[in-house]
Nanobody, 119 residues
Framework: QVQLVESGGGLVQPGGSLRLSCAAS????????MGWYRQAPGNQRELVAA???????NYADSVKGRFTISRDNTKDTVYLQMNNLKPEDTAVYYC?????????????WGQGTQVTVSS
């Protein structure tokens, strides 16, 4: 059974930092592309950052220079370090696991963790 469990969300003031974690089980983690998505109320879910099995990364323009995605294959965990947070970063953040051989419609999702940036 595939499970993605996010943690690390919370309330933070503008300019602050948070580190999200996503622990995976039930998949061969090291071969998956892992991603973080977010969805704010009234908005579509959007890609924030992704990291491939070869550690290539890509970021949404809105978070470049502020967020860093990383992975630890020894712990089957992907991280999202978020610095200089802005109110517009407020959203539910979801972890995603994309198989290298299955279509995106078969990707797996975590339950989400709320990030609120407010003074």
């Amino acid at each position: 059974q595939v499970q993605l469990v996010e943690s690390g969300g919370g309330l933070v003031q503008p300019g602050g930092s948070l580190r999200l974690s996503c622990a995976a089980s039930g998949i061969l983690f090291s071969v998956y592309t892992m991603g973080w998505y977010r969805q704010a109320p009234g908005n579509q879910r959007e890609l924030v950052a992704a990291i491939t099995r070869s550690y290539s990364t890509n970021y949404a323009d809105s978070v470049k220079g502020r967020f860093t995605i990383s992975r630890d294959n020894t712990k089957d965990t992907v991280y999202l370090q978020m610095n200089n947070l802005k109110p517009e970063d407020t959203a539910v953040y979801y972890c995603n696991a994309q198989s290298p051989i299955l279509p995106p419609t078969n990707s797996r999702w975590g339950q989400g963790t709320q990030v609120t940036v407010s003074s």
